[in-house]
């Protein structure tokens, strides 16, 4: 069984014991769930699929949303842990074991919270978001995610990382008339046409923002290219790919009329492949500003996206707060400094003892 109560290392390394590859959480929501159930006093437990959800109702007043997904990548040979000289090795002990460790030990060992506590282990966030979770719950258990701020502990080595840039992809293409090589002035090459788009992005200024003084920096970059026929055809199409993440002071909306903007003047045509909105710090709002203070004042801003956005969509201010570095998930060699685990776990029992 999981000892909450014990050493939240030790819980770190049993839950990175237990294979939760996305889509076969099942054993380790069982575990999850009869440990919250036995070891923890004043939490009412539910079971969603593969998630497992605790909260207190004490009539504080603020409420806490402590979240951690449980599923991990496919292990590659990195499982069970390893304690080597201070650092725990182990699929997911970064990507983020180590994180629901910390909120599960302090669900079960923090007595008087000076806020009410959800606690949310949720399941398929490694693969597509229309499997997520956090979405299911949104759907059936709206009032399960209701919070003045939520924290999600995924690997921020220590630092609060506010917010999350949105992203957006958008399909650059070019048309032409196809010709044999060797009569090229018969034909119109798509693929050159492309050059003008790429000296574009060669030539961006990325803008940086500051917003409750986390600077998000935006980029907008060319990730792929295809076109062409054969060896000894001129091509009549071709597309590059651009991704643009932004900073979260524009919409999809407004990331996607800047995209047209760069472009604009260009023989070209451009399709929105897909987007996800970002999400703005919130950290002026007395639950965050707290955690702020708690945290003493390190924080930075997101880059990349992560499930924050979710809270943000919601009206609810949130950050990654979690042991582990996030450069290491998903890696082989994936590990975690042990002393991180315990620094967040004595930052987080400040906060929510207030």
Not at 133 to 144: A, D, F, K, T, V
Not at 145 to 162: H, K
Not at 282 to 301: E, K, S
Request: one cysteine or more; charged letters at 20%.
């Amino acid at each position: 069984m999981l000892d909450l109560h014990g050493d939240p290392i030790a819980l770190t390394a049993a839950l990175v014991d237990i294979p939760s590859e996305s889509r076969h959480e099942a054993r380790i929501a069982d575990e999850i769930e009869t440990a919250l159930r036995e070891q923890t006093v004043g939490f009412e437990v539910i079971r969603s699929g593969d998630a497992v959800l605790a909260r207190t109702n004490l009539g504080r007043p603020s409420r806490v949303l402590l979240a951690g997904h449980t599923d991990t990548v496919p292990a590659a040979d990195n499982v069970p842990s390893r304690l080597v000289d201070g650092v725990l090795h182990g699929c997911g002990t970064s990507d983020m074991k180590s994180g629901d460790a910390v909120f599960l030990h302090l669900a079960a060992t923090v007595a008087e919270p000076a806020h009410d506590i959800t606690l949310v282990m949720y399941d398929c966030e490694e693969i597509e978001a229309t499997a997520n979770g956090l979405g299911r719950i949104e759907r059936e258990l709206p009032e399960w995610l209701s919070a003045d701020v939520a924290i999600l502990g995924e690997p921020s080595g220590g630092y609060i990382e506010a917010g999350c840039q949105g992203t957006l992809r958008v399909l650059v293409s070019a048309s032409g008339t196809r010709a044999h090589s060797a009569r090229s002035w018969l034909g119109d090459n798509a693929v050159h046409k492309l050059g003008d788009v790429l000296a574009r992005l060669t030539a961006y200024q990325a803008r940086s923002v500051d917003i409750d003084g986390c600077v998000y920096r935006e980029g907008l970059s060319a990730v792929r290219i295809d076109g062409g026929v054969a060896g000894n055809v001129i091509p009549d199409a071709a597309t590059v790919t651009v991704n643009f993440r932004f900073a979260p002071d524009r919409s999809v909306e407004q990331a996607y009329a800047h995209v047209r903007e760069v472009f604009d003047g260009l023989d070209v045509g451009l399709k929105l492949a897909d987007s996800a909105a970002g999400a703005l710090p919130g950290l002026t709002r007395p639950a965050a500003a707290a955690l702020v203070a708690a945290a003493g004042g390190q924080v930075r801003a997101k880059y990349g996206w992560t499930d924050v956005a979710r809270f943000a969509a919601l009206g609810i201010p949130a950050v990654n707060y979690g042991p582990g570095d996030p450069n290491l998930a998903h890696r082989v060699d994936e590990h975690v400094d042990i002393e991180q685990i315990t620094v967040v776990t004595e930052m987080l029992r400040r906060y929510l003892t207030g």
